[in-house]
């Protein structure tokens, strides 16, 4: 089992940077796969990036990339997310999930953390 806590959210306008983390509970945090998740308003849940478990792999959804980074510390059980020249579609919840190398699912979720941004 996976404990994962968001943080970082808030209100900030068009073109500001935030950073989001993540912290697992698990000293095995270093063996899942990690990725970010958000939800729009009135929307679907929508894959932003995810990272693999050693952190040397990374991939974006096309609405994110080249604007968003996915970074892990495996000895702060901790993940992020850099999110630079913020649009005001990006407003959401963000969530971080995780999931074992094997599962094709991920099995574990945070709460999320409000992201939002004002034109």
């Known amino acids: 089992q996976v404990h994962l806590v968001e943080s970082g959210g808030g209100l900030v306008q068009a073109g500001d940077s935030l950073r989001l983390s993540c912290a697992a509970s698990?000293?095995?945090?270093?063996?899942?796969?990690l990725a970010w998740f958000r939800r729009a308003p009135g929307k679907v849940r929508e894959f932003v990036g995810r990272i693999n478990w050693i952190g040397d792999n990374t991939s974006y959804a096309d609405s994110v990339k080249g604007r968003f980074t996915i970074s892990r510390d495996n000895t702060k059980n901790t993940i992020y997310l850099q999110m630079n020249s913020l649009k005001p579609e990006d407003t959401a919840v963000y969530y971080c999930?995780?999931?074992?190398?094997?599962?094709?699912?991920?099995?574990?979720w945070g709460q999320g953390t409000q992201v939002t941004v004002s034109s």
């Open positions: 999930a995780a999931r074992t190398p094997i599962s094709s699912e991920y099995d574990y």
């Open positions: 698990q000293s095995t945090f270093s063996k899942y796969h």
